[in-house]
């Protein structure tokens, strides 16, 4: 059964440093996802994106962060400057352009340690 | 804007025990309602859905029904089993936007 995957599963980093998240949705699926989870708090959205741009994001979602689909296969999150309130459970998802409309698929999570 | 409550966990049940999550939105309009669920080490997989008012979504016997009158999707199911512990969210969307989750609520099931 095809599944969206996400690397890495843990990533550690120092206050200040860049990270990219990578995530590989399912090949047929047309939006992607990002939300994030703060230990112990909702699971919330960070930004969508379709046809190779964003197509809505959240107050979350601000200059320090940039998503992008460099390789038709890889959909990846980058934060440029980590804070420690970025520590969190980062999910990506994607979905169907058509058929099955509003339900996403998600990946296992990569935890983010900002020390 | 749009939100949902949950019931806080965790709760802790015995095998074979009846399970009711609580699950509670504020939207505009007629959003289409979620249950995910979370095994250990695992993403969120999709429970059951309803889109509509009165819709009953099921799956793997757990039940939810789209109760537009107390704005609730209450999770249930009849006889929980171990393999059930997991965190489960309720959470909803409009028009193939974001997802709103609630704050998830664990179960831990016990033999």
């Known amino acids: 059964e095809p599944e969206v995957t996400q690397t890495p599963s843990h990533q550690v980093t120092q206050m200040g440093q860049e990270v990219i998240l990578r995530c590989v949705p399912i090949s047929n699926h047309l939006y992607f996802y990002w939300y994030r989870q703060i230990l112990g708090q909702k699971v919330e959205f960070l930004v969508s994106f379709y046809n190779n741009e964003i197509s809505e994001k959240s107050e979350i979602f601000d200059d320090q962060f940039s998503v992008e689909r460099p390789d038709g296969s890889n959909f990846t999150l980058k934060i440029r400057s980590t804070k420690l309130e970025d520590s969190a459970m980062y999910f990506c998802?994607?979905?169907?352009?058509?058929?099955?409309?509003?339900?996403?698929?998600f990946g296992p999570g990569t935890r983010l340690t900002v020390l | 804007g749009n939100s949902v409550t949950q019931m806080e966990g965790p709760v802790t049940l015995s095998e074979e025990a009846f399970l009711t999550i609580n699950c509670t939105y504020t939207a505009t309009g007629y959003p289409s309602l979620f249950w995910y669920v979370q095994y250990p080490g695992e993403g969120l997989q999709l429970l059951l859905k309803a889109t509509k008012a009165d819709d009953k979504g099921s799956n793997k016997g757990f039940e939810a029904t789209y109760r537009k009158e107390t704005t609730s999707f209450h999770l249930e199911k009849g006889s929980v089993q171990v393999s059930d512990s997991a965190v489960y969210f309720c959470a909803l969307n409009q028009a193939g936007t974001a997802l709103i989750f609630g704050k998830g609520t664990t179960l831990s099931v016990s033999s």
């Open positions: 998802a994607s979905r169907e352009l058509a058929g099955t409309v509003n339900e996403q698929f």
